[in-house]
Every structure is written in structure tokens, then in C-alpha cells.
Nanobody, 115 residues
């Protein structure tokens, strides 16, 4: 059974930092593209960042130079380091693990950026 468990969300002031983690189990982690998506109230879910099995990364324009995605294949974990957070980053952040045949989601973790 595939499990993606996110952690690290919370309330942070504008300009602050958070580090999200996603622990994966039930998959051959190294074969998957791992990603972080987010969904704000009333908006569609959008890609924030992704990292392929080979380590290539992709970011939404709105988070480039502020967020960094990384993966640890030995610990089957993917991280999202977020700096210079803005109120517009407020959303539920979801971990995603996908191949051409599978698409798996975590339950999400809330990130709120507010003073």
C-alpha cells in the first residue's frame, strides 16, 4: 500500500521559512518523480516543484529562487525548503509520487503565511 505522509506545515510570518517533508512507503522510491503541489481555497491544485528520478528539478515561476526541492532515496523522503514566504503561499501542500503508470497523493499539510 502506497503511503505518502507530509509533515512540517504550520503558521509562519511573511518572510519566514518552513521545511516540508514527505515520507514515502510502499513504492520503489527511486523510480518515482516526486513533487509538491498546493491548493489554496477556491483555486485549483497547482504544481509547486518536482524532482525526477534523475534529480532534475522543475519549479513554478512563483516560487523560483525561494523554494528548493530535494530527495533522499535512502530515506525515501522528499523535502521542500521554503524561504521568503508570502501570504500568497498559503495553501494545503500535497506530496505526489508518480510514474507513467501511477499517480499517488498524500493527505496534505497546511501552510499559512500571516502576520
Amino acid at each position: 500500500q502506497v503511503q505518502l505522509v507530509e509533515s512540517g506545515g504550520g503558521l509562519v510570518q511573511p518572510g519566514g521559512s518552513l521545511r516540508l517533508s514527505c515520507a514515502a512507503s510502499g513504492i520503489i522510491f527511486s523510480l518515482y518523480t516526486m513533487g509538491w503541489y498546493r491548493q489554496a481555497p477556491g483555486k485549483q491544485r497547482e504544481l509547486v516543484a518536482a524532482i525526477t528520478r534523475g534529480g532534475r528539478t522543475d519549479y513554478a515561476d512563483s516560487v523560483k529562487d525561494r523554494f528548493t526541492i530535494s530527495r533522499d532515496n535512502a530515506k525515501t523522503t522528499v523535502h521542500l525548503q521554503m524561504h521568503s514566504l508570502e501570504p500568497e503561499d498559503t495553501a494545503v501542500y500535497y506530496c505526489n509520487a508518480r510514474t507513467s503508470l501511477q499517480n499517488n497523493w498524500g493527505q496534505g499539510t497546511q501552510v499559512t503565511v500571516s502576520s
